[in-house]
């Protein structure tokens, strides 16, 4: 039996555009609405510390207005907590964050702060939040993450799609290896970043995995052939790398 795989269209970038002139265009949850229309199974977006694309009341209007599960992309902070702990989205994505990145650069290092993870994870886990870790495809990450009580991980997907020819390959391998490594010490997959037309197939194949969030190049791609089209197109995509896997 073919095991489904969920898409999460990541909305950031349309908030990005619109806050480079400013006021309302486009809107963030319009894009959501559409997203669910199109075939998505989730929405995430990511409430940066500096609030540079999403803002606080596009979280506010997603989580009042949107019927997909929303999944928080925040960091590690007590002010990131106390938005999730007010809105109590279906999913937190705990990520790592610098102010002065253009994009989330690699996983979190989950092994190397454990006691600070440990209690913030409890506490959303207690509020009924579904915490994941964006980590990358590494077993000591993924051992870590299960060892503060993270039902779920986030693998990233950013080095696979970076390289091309053997080393897109080998980066393949590692996120193989990371989601059966995953289902085996009982953590639901997810996987994710830079994912697009041309990369989206093999990982959509891995069994293991469940969930892929994208969202940088759907909003791209709305600009040349619409938000509905980049996504039912990407949703195919997935659906085609899934029956072609068996899993």
Partial sequence: MIRPLRLGVNIDHVATIRNARGGHHPDPVRAAHLAAAAGADGITAHLREDRRHIA?????????EIALPLNLEMAATEEMVAVALRH???????????????????????????????????RLVDAGIRVSMFIEPDPRQLDAARAIGAP???????????????????????????AAHAAAIGLECHAGHGLSYDTVKPVA????????????????EAIFVGFDAAIRHMRALMDEGRRGSGA
């Avoid at 194949?205 to 791209?220: D, K, P, S, W």
Wanted: glycine share 10%; proline share 3%.
């Fill in 205 to 220: 194949a891995i069994a293991a995995i469940v969930e892929l969030n994208i969202g940088h190049f759907l909003v791209g």
């Fill in 88 to 122: 109590r989205p279906h999913a937190a994505c705990i990520v790592p964050e610098r102010r002065e990145e253009r994009t989330t650069e690699g996983g979190l290092d989950v092994a190397g702060a454990v006691e600070r993870l440990r209690p913030l994870v409890g």
């Fill in 152 to 178: 779920v991980v986030e693998l990233h997907t950013g080095a696979y799609c970076e390289h091309e020819g053997e080393g897109r390959d080998r980066e393949l391998a590692r996120i193989v290896a990371a």
């Fill in 56 to 64: 606080d009341r596009d979280i506010e209007r997603l989580a009042n």
